[in-house]
């Protein structure tokens, strides 16, 4: 069976340090994978989205960068965090083929002190 | 533009008592619907699901949900709840490209407590 793996679980970062997230997924293979960002009382927002390794769909503009360097292995980045960048980051896979369904990781608390 | 809507932020329901939480969508075609859960600090979990035939569907723990295109309304309902029904709860309409699904839009959520 498929599972969806992200680490670390909680961060808790200092404003202009940088940011590695990162979300893997076992027993797939070339998934649709998804990282979102939910902030308290806002719903949930995708941030990007791959449809396979290197491939890379912004959805929001801002200081964050996401890659896919293997085929299972998503990763969001940052340079320099903000404070604003604090939230509940979820990472998600869906099958490569029409009607797929989201299927959602555990999620990586980031506070940006 | 595509878009859910979650009228209530907040319910509370007595346990035992029936449940029925509402959804509406914005979406030019026929949508792919969604109600996933959240219990607090963890990931979302898929409860249910449409994309066509039926339009009322049974998804895990004894819940449903009812497709009305009339109304543009994906309401979920449960006979009777449980305590440990208590999360936020997410609907969520996917916005298809070409033949295949693209990306997922969700409401606001609504906030589940359920009374003893």
């Known amino acids: 069976s498929q599972t969806i793996h992200q680490w670390p679980a909680t961060l808790v970062q200092p404003v202009g340090s940088p940011l590695s997230l990162e979300c893997t997924v076992e027993?797939?293979?070339?998934?649709?994978l998804y990282w979102y960002r939910q902030a308290a009382g806002r719903g949930l927002q995708l941030l990007f989205y791959?449809?396979?390794?290197?491939?890379i769909s912004s959805e929001v503009p801002q200081n964050l960068s996401a890659s896919r360097p293997q085929d299972r292995q998503f990763i969001l980045s940052s340079k320099k965090l903000l404070l604003s960048d604090s939230g509940f980051y979820l990472c998600a896979w869906s099958e490569d083929r029409g009607q797929e369904t989201q299927y959602f990781g555990p999620g990586t608390r980031l506070l940006v002190l | 533009a595509q878009s859910v809507t979650q009228p209530d932020i907040h319910i509370t329901v007595s346990e035992g008592a029936s449940l029925e939480l509402r959804c509406n969508y914005s979406y030019g075609a026929t949508p792919y619907l969604f109600w996933y859960v959240q219990s607090p600090g963890q990931g979302l979990q898929l409860l249910l699901k449409?994309?066509?035939?039926?339009?009322l569907v049974q998804g895990i723990k004894g819940f449903e949900a009812e497709f009305k295109r009339s109304q543009s309304s994906f309401n979920l309902r449960k006979p009777s709840v449980h305590w440990s029904d208590a999360a936020e709860y997410f609907c969520?309409?996917?916005?298809?490209?070409?033949?295949?699904?693209?990306?997922?839009?969700f409401g606001k959520g609504t906030k589940l407590s359920v009374k003893p």
């Open positions: 027993g797939t293979s070339n998934p649709n």
């Open positions: 449409y994309f066509s035939g039926d339009t």
């Open positions: 791959s449809v396979g390794i290197g491939q």
């Open positions: 969520a309409v996917a916005v298809v490209y070409g033949g295949s699904q693209g990306n997922l839009i």
